[in-house]
């Protein structure tokens, strides 16, 4: 089984994939991992994150190993890291590049110990519209701006890095609007996907909604 979750940052959608492929026993996939490493190589190697031939050059070398690698750097969640991904996933041939190493998960979808899994559960904001357009379930899981930055804000304060609500807010707004209007695979949801607004709902509630959607299919 496949199933893909889309939507904007902060939403929930890794919360929910990885409670899901815990019960379900499917490997999850985060796709924005590939554009962090991209973005992160990028910014570590000193080059211009808007410069399309350098980063489609990192892309077309990235390996699953490289990007595992990368991923324990702490700039690969940080900001610096979300805004060079959410760069360099606006340029075309990155995307292109990157697309099989993407598909390729759900060929033989294995957890990280080597054993075998029983399907996969991407999440990103293609998933459902590129990568995997033949996905058994798509759901395209959102939030109001508003709510999504009161989450990240709260995340931040838990992790005692210091912000406000309204810098938190704009930042997620910057993220969007790069997401959603750029011209390559645009962030939106699939003709066939399952939307979930996540506003008034807790993580737990959200879960076992979709649990109930995955029973009956
Ligand atoms: O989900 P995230 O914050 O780790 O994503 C980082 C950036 O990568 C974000 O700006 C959107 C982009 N991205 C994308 O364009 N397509 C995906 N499938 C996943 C992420």
Redesign the pocket.
Known sequence: MIITI?GP??AG??TLAKKLAEKYLMAYF???????AV?LELVLSEKDIYNTADAKNIAENLTFQKMMSLSSHPDF?SDI???A??????IPEV?NALLKM?QDFALNPVFADGSQASGVI??????GT??CPHADLKLFVTASSEVRAERRYKEFQEKGIVKTYEEVLSQIKE?DE??EK?SA?P?KPAEDAIILDTSNYTAQQVFEKVCKIIDSL
């Open positions: 889309d940052a902060s959608k890794g985060d796709t924005g991992m590939v554009y962090r973005g969640r890291g979300g805004r991904a959410s760069v360099v996933a606006a995307r993407q991407y999440d990103g904001r293609d998933t590129v990568v993220r790069r997401d750029r695979a962030l």
